[in-house]
C-alpha cells in the first residue's frame, strides 16, 4: 500500500514538471514569436523609409516656403541633373500650400545642356503658375551653368562672400604626343570620315578641328550671355570683363546688377516670402536607387576601359 502512494506521488511529481516544461515552451515559443515580429516590424519600417515610401508631397502642408536644393556640378545623373531639380520644382509648384519658392545653389557649373533644362523648365513653371514667385538662394558659389539657372529666377540672393559669375564655356582635354614619342609608343587610329577623330588626345592637334571647337564655344558662349541679359535685364550693369569668365563675391556681384540683395534661405523665407515654414521639395534618392545607380555606374565603367578611346568635356565653368 505504502508502495503504491510512493508511486503515486512520484507520478504526480513528474506530471506536474512535465506540464511546467510544456507550458514554459510555450511561454517562450509565443515570447519567440512576439519578439521575431517587433523585429520584423522594426526591419519593414526601415526599409520603408530608406525606399521612400512615407515621403509624399500630397499637398498636405499648411503654407510654407518651399525648397529645392541645386547642389554640385550639373550633370546627367546626378543629384544636381535637370530631371532631378525639374522633378523638385515641378512638386514643389503644385503643392497647394506654397507661397514661394527658393533654389538654393552650390555649384560650380556643369553641362550647357543641363542648366539649359533646368532654366526653360523654371520660366515655363512661372508662366504656369504667375503667383509663385521663384527666388535663388547662393550658398558658397554659383557660378557658370550655376548661375546660367539662376538668371531665370526673380531675383537672386547671395551672401557678401558668394562666388558669382564665371559667365564662359570650356572645352578641356589632355594631349599626350610628346610623351608617347619619348616612350615609343606608335598611335594608330582608323576612321572613317575626316574628322571621326575630333580632338583625339593622343594625335597631334589639328587646326581646322581646333578652329571649329572654338567656334561651337562661341556659339554656346553667345547663348550664354543672351539668356544672361534677358534674365537680368536692366539691372544688369555691363562691364568689358563681365563675360570673360572672371567670378565676383557676392557684394561686388549685387553692385555689378549679377544678383540682387544679401539675404539667405531663413531670410527670404521669413522676410521676403513671409512663410516661415520652409518644406524640403528635393529629390532624395533611396537605397535601392543608389545600389541600382552604383551597379550602373560600375557596369557603365567597365564598358569604358574595354574599349574608349577618348572623351571631350564641354561644360559651364
Not at 503654407?63 to 531639380?85: C, F, P, Q, R, Y
Not at 500650400?97 to 533646368?118: C, E, F, K, W
Not at 539662376?150 to 570650356?170: E, F, P, T, W
Amino acid at each position: 500500500m505504502a508502495d503504491e502512494n510512493s508511486s503515486g506521488w512520484e507520478r504526480a511529481v513528474l506530471e506536474k514538471i512535465a506540464l511546467a516544461g510544456v507550458t514554459e515552451q510555450r511561454r517562450a515559443r509565443r515570447w519567440g514569436i512576439f519578439f521575431k515580429f517587433l523585429i520584423f516590424t522594426y526591419l519593414f519600417v526601415v526599409l520603408a523609409i530608406a525606399m521612400g515610401w512615407f515621403h509624399k508631397k500630397d499637398g498636405s502642408h499648411g503654407k510654407h516656403t518651399a525648397l529645392v536644393e541645386l547642389n554640385g556640378v550639373i550633370a546627367s545623373g546626378t543629384a544636381a541633373s535637370a530631371d532631378a531639380v525639374m522633378q523638385g520644382l515641378a512638386d514643389a509648384f503644385k503643392d497647394k500650400g506654397t507661397q514661394g519658392i527658393i533654389l538654393r545653389i552650390n555649384s560650380p557649373g556643369g553641362s550647357p545642356v543641363q542648366s539649359g533644362y533646368i532654366n526653360d523648365e523654371i520660366k515655363r513653371l512661372r508662366v504656369k503658375y504667375p503667383d509663385i514667385p521663384l527666388y535663388a538662394v547662393v550658398e558658397d558659389v554659383c557660378a557658370s551653368g550655376g548661375y546660367y539657372v539662376a538668371v531665370a529666377a526673380d531675383r537672386i540672393y547671395v551672401n557678401k562672400a558668394s562666388m558669382i559669375g564665371s559667365i564662359g564655356v570650356l572645352m578641356n582635354g589632355f594631349g599626350f604626343t610628346g610623351t608617347m614619342e619619348k616612350l615609343g609608343v606608335e598611335r594608330r587610329l582608323l576612321a572613317a570620315g575626316a574628322n571621326k577623330g575630333f580632338l583625339d588626345p593622343f594625335s597631334p592637334l589639328n587646326d581646322e578641328q581646333k578652329d571649329h571647337a572654338k567656334q561651337m564655344l562661341t556659339e554656346i558662349h553667345d547663348q550664354f550671355i543672351d539668356v544672361v541679359r534677358k534674365g537680368r535685364g536692366k539691372r544688369l550693369k555691363e562691364t568689358p570683363d563681365m563675360f570673360s569668365g572672371l567670378v565676383w563675391v557676392g557684394q561686388k556681384s549685387i553692385e555689378l546688377g549679377l544678383a540682387d540683395a544679401i539675404g539667405s534661405t531663413e531670410q527670404v523665407a521669413r522676410d521676403v516670402i513671409k512663410a516661415e515654414d520652409i518644406v524640403d521639395f528635393t529629390p532624395r534618392e533611396n537605397v535601392a536607387e543608389r545600389f541600382a545607380k552604383r551597379l550602373g555606374a560600375s557596369a557603365a565603367e567597365s564598358l569604358v576601359k574595354l574599349g574608349a578611346s577618348g572623351v571631350i568635356n564641354l561644360q559651364l565653368r
